[in-house]
């Protein structure tokens, strides 16, 4: 609805641009630029007129795309946080995953352990029965004393001292398989409670992705229709401004052909021979300078015949050119292919920037990890000067100095361009390779 009065209110804003500058083109018409009648030198009214209206509207073609590249800022701002969130949850959950896997790992041992100390306690049972059917439970003295004779008496002490000796051995080691059953308890407890935490954290990392995703996407379609209705109001301004512009020029050019023809002295009375000879010509060499001038010498134009990894290279970057046209997918994307995508973009199978590299790289027996940041961190011993890309080259951008904030990963080709997963709404392409203030820098996974 906001748009609806938007547009019925913009032509009301900029239609004195329009008439002000018709009346000024109009008078100076009318003041003698038509052929064939006096030139009169235009009012003072009338130049003021142009002026007015050209500056008013070159005033306006300022305003509107200042709000064009606010819009644009706040919509690349919000993708690159929401970007950033997403590289954060990744993260998080990747140690969620090992966490889950040290606690189930953990728990195994736990229940070893306590499987252990059933032995041990099973077998100070069955030692405590052996002992008494022998008669050792009874204490020392008394066993000695009711023996039936001096043979009995022998083997009765006998039986206590290695029994004596026994009972030691059994209760050390149920000692210890009681300390060792208590600590995998333990442990199996504390590595439970990380994993908790650790999807915990995942889930918050993945909420909060979501929601700055949601919005960078809501404020690109807003900034879509914004920018319908603002580049109509553009070109509106520029048609006036340009009408001005000519308006004001032909004003000068009236009072300059005035003055001019107020300043020339009377016609000789003899008739002058005319003559071709002193009509300027233009040289063939000038025609034809601006065309042998254009064009220059081509840059880029690397290719891999000259490096060592070629065919890895070549492999990698074979990969991610055979996937374009597949939409970028929000978290889409590994090293087995394209994916469906993680919320708002569940029902998208394709790519992100960083699922496409990993992808291509895999192809070609390389493990660079599954986050642009981690991919970069990986082999930043190896990064590569802007000038001395090569293909191959994975390329970042990011917000700051620290590898955290880097956003986007592509995949250089060379001759200058790149193969990449863009953004929302787009998809896999080859794009010309960009540095700008937010250039991170690039690695060499085949250096």
């Excluded at 300059?256 to 005319?274: D, I, Y």
Aim: hydrophobic fraction near 40%.
């Amino acid at each position: 609805m906001g748009r609806t009065d938007e547009r019925e209110s913009h032509p009301r804003r900029s239609g004195w641009l329009a008439r002000a500058a018709g009346t000024a083109v109009t008078a100076l018409v009318l003041a003698g630029l038509v052929p064939g009648t006096a030139v009169a030198a235009p009012g003072d009214d009338e130049v003021a007129a142009a002026q007015t209206g050209r500056d008013a509207a070159a005033a306006r073609v300022g305003a509107i795309s200042a709000q064009l590249a606010q819009a644009q800022e706040r919509v690349d701002a919000a993708r690159r946080g929401a970007q950033i969130a997403l590289q954060e949850y990744e993260v998080r959950q990747a140690a969620q995953e090992e966490a889950r896997v040290a606690a189930d790992a953990a728990a195994a041992a736990a229940e070893r352990a306590a499987a252990e100390l059933g032995r041990g306690r099973d077998q100070v049972v069955a030692f405590a029965r052996s002992s008494y059917m022998q008669g050792s439970t009874t204490p020392g003295t008394a066993a000695l004393v009711t023996a039936e004779g001096p043979a009995q008496l022998v083997e009765r002490a006998a039986l206590l001292e290695a029994a004596g000796g026994h009972r030691v051995d059994v209760v050390a080691e149920l000692t210890v398989l009681e300390q060792q059953a208590a600590a995998a308890d333990v442990a199996a407890q504390t590595a439970v409670r990380t994993a908790d935490e650790a999807e915990d954290a995942a889930a918050g990392a993945l909420a909060s992705a979501q929601e700055q995703e949601v919005s960078a996407r809501a404020q690109a379609a807003e900034l879509a229709d914004r920018r319908e209705v603002l580049e109509a109001e553009l070109a509106e301004a520029q048609e006036v401004l340009s009408g001005t512009r000519g308006a004001a020029a032909a004003a000068a050019a009236a009072e300059a052909a005035t003055a001019a023809a107020q300043a020339r002295p009377p016609a000789p009375s003899t008739p002058s021979v005319s003559s071709s000879a002193g009509s300027p010509e233009r040289s063939a060499s000038s025609s034809g300078s601006s065309s042998s001038s254009r064009g220059g010498s081509p840059t880029g134009t690397d290719t891999t015949a000259g490096d060592p990894a070629g065919s890895v290279v070549q492999r990698a970057i074979a990969a991610a050119k055979s996937q374009r046209g597949l939409p970028y997918s929000w978290g889409g994307g590994n090293a087995n292919g394209p994916t469906w995508g993680i919320p708002p973009d569940t029902d998208v199978f394709g790519f992100d920037c960083s699922g496409l590299t990993e992808y291509a790289y895999a192809q070609a027996g390389v493990r660079i990890g599954g986050t642009s940041r981690e991919q970069y961190w990986r082999f930043r011993d190896r990064t590569v000067a802007a000038d001395d890309l090569q293909p191959g080259d994975l390329v970042f951008w990011g917000e700051t100095a620290d590898h955290t904030s880097i956003y986007h990963v592509a995949l250089y080709i060379g001759g200058g361009q790149v193969v990449q997963a863009p953004q929302s709404g787009d998809v896999v392409r080859i794009s010309d390779m960009w540095f700008g203030r937010d250039y991170y820098g690039a690695v060499r996974p085949t250096a």
